[in-house]
């Protein structure tokens, strides 16, 4: 299912974009979304325990995909591991041990559909490749 936003857009505003049916999305811990803006805006779109939450998918200490890290809680702390050095960080604050921070992003559920909050189109499948001149 792709995206889209049910509200009019100026750049740069933070939108609603749908994501997909919650029957669907709940069957992984983990999955990349897709941005309109290419690899650096790129999201983790995380399910545990019930819940849902969405950070930046690429590390902020060096780009590694944060979709392919360990999730573990700790002390009632939800945390995905960078599987490539290992920085951890919060799922639901961004927060890394490490100083380091990672954009959050809100995510709600609505009629069944999960929505994340961004600033751009957001997709299960990546976006074409825009032809520039």
Request: proline share 6%; charged share 25%.
């Amino acid at each position: 299912m792709a995206s889209g936003n049910d509200e009019g857009n100026t750049p740069n505003d933070d939108l609603w974009r749908l994501i997909g049916p919650v029957t669907d999305l709940s069957k992984k811990q983990c999955r990349l979304i897709y941005s309109a803006l290419g690899y650096d805006s790129d999201v983790c779109l995380f399910y545990i325990n019930g819940e849902f939450f969405a950070m930046d998918a690429r590390c902020a200490h060096a780009g590694g995909p944060l979709c392919e890290g360990d999730i573990e809680e700790a002390d009632g702390v939800l945390q995905v591991f960078c599987p490539w050095h290992d920085y951890d960080f919060n799922i639901r604050t961004g927060k890394s041990q490490t100083g380091l921070q990672q954009e959050v992003y809100e995510v709600k559920v609505e009629e069944g559909s999960v929505y994340v909050k961004h600033k751009s189109p957001l997709s299960l499948k990546p976006f074409p490749p825009s032809s520039k001149s």
